[in-house]
């Protein structure tokens, strides 16, 4: 999980978190399984919105997010396919006209809201 700004209230960096996300799809193409040589094989969704952090637990503390951005988050990933990257509306209405979108359809949250989803494709070098 990759999380933008989240101690700031300024505007959502989603151009960071997508720039982030398109080079991990350079990167991992040459990360291969060492047992079968195969490259490993990502999806990724991005979704922008507020979210609620902190430390989780006594015995072993963790770092966890919360909230309904992040679950929008996991079902864009779940519903993506191996080697793409599946964004929300919210996020593809902070990115400028240099990355590359196509629309991917809609699905339903987890509170059965409606997001509209797109492809990111790429970014003008």
Known sequence: MVVSNTFSKRVPSADKVCNVALDMLETIKFIKNPETGI???VRIGINTGP???GIVGLKVP???IFGTSVKTAIILEASS???KIKIS???RNLLNSTYKVCRSGSLYTS???KVETYWLLSRAK
């Open 39 to 41: 490259s490993l094989k």
């Open 51 to 53: 979210a609620v952090a």
């Open 62 to 64: 963790k770092f966890c």
């Open 81 to 83: 396919l191996p080697m």
């Open 89 to 91: 509306q919210s996020t």
């Open 111 to 113: 509170d059965n809201v």
